[in-house]
């Protein structure tokens, strides 16, 4: 199609300069996600989902964090997600050199911490999509806030970090129980910091009931600038809550 990337952030109305020009200088758009709605309201970030060909769906998380607090909010979180058996998270060592860039590598979901800027967001889930299928995603995580007394703050990282991961597994926000999905409480709730019964479901949902996809291969290797059909897509955590 040859159109450039773009940033779509989804299913926040708190989306205005964090988001515009993010990636690669792309137009941002406003829309609302949330086309799939799973058991008890909980829903998918559209239709995106990484490749169906096994179960536990693998996922290949990149650890590219610099401090020691995001390592260990990540070894803390990673297994919340494993735990739903539709998605295995693996550790893998970062790739990236320039944690301000955080370009993914193909079937990696990049993790960097930086200080990005006051810029109203606390985490920022970015996926590359090539159709509705996933190929590379990127959790930024904000030190700019995560610095500061208000947000330096154990559970609050472990929320944030959470959500983001969730939200490159093909999540939306849900409000209707105690999860990290959650996108008005609980950030810095010790209840809040892990995934809930609904998410699971609609994980399962989402990759475990289409064997039908899963000789599904990529069409194409993933392109991160924007010359072809890959998109990118963003979703945020806003910081002013
Ligand atoms: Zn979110």
């Known amino acids: 199609m040859g159109v450039g990337a773009r940033v779509v952030c989804v299913g926040l109305l708190l989306c205005s300069a964090a988001c515009e020009g993010d990636i690669g200088g792309g137009r941002a758009l406003e829309t609302r996600g949330g086309a799939t709605t799973g058991d008890g309201g909980?829903?998918?970030w559209m239709s995106y989902h990484w490749?169906?060909?096994t179960t536990p769906i693998p996922i290949r998380v990149g650890d590219s964090l610099t401090a020691d607090a995001w390592r260990d909010t990540l070894t803390r979180v990673l297994p919340g997600w494993t735990a739903s058996t539709i998605v295995r998270a693996q550790r893998l060592a970062g790739e990236v050199t320039d944690p301000k860039d955080c370009t993914p590598g193909p079937g990696r979901v990049e993790v960097c911490n930086a200080e990005y800027g006051l810029n109203g967001w606390?985490?920022?889930?970015t996926i590359w999509v090539n159709g509705d299928e996933i190929q590379n995603a990127t959790v930024r995580?904000?030190?700019s806030y995560f610095a500061t007394a208000d947000y330096d703050d154990r559970y609050a990282r472990q929320h944030v970090l959470c959500?983001?991961?969730?939200h490159t597994l093909g999540l939306d926000h849900q409000r209707t129980e105690v999860s990290c999905m959650n996108d008005i409480e609980g950030l810095k709730d010790v209840r809040y910091v892990g995934p809930g019964r609904d998410d699971f479901t609609l994980l399962a949902r989402i990759y475990g009931a289409s064997s039908t996809a899963t000789a599904q291969a990529l069409t194409q290797a993933p392109t991160i600038d924007g010359t072809g059909d890959t998109r990118a897509y963003t979703f945020v955590a806003p910081a002013d809550r």
Not at 163 to 166: D, K, P, R, V, W
């Open 42 to 44: 909980v829903r998918s």
């Open 51 to 53: 490749p169906r060909r």
């Open 122 to 125: 606390l985490g920022l889930a």
């Open 141 to 143: 995580l904000n030190d």
């Open 163 to 166: 959500q983001e991961l969730g």
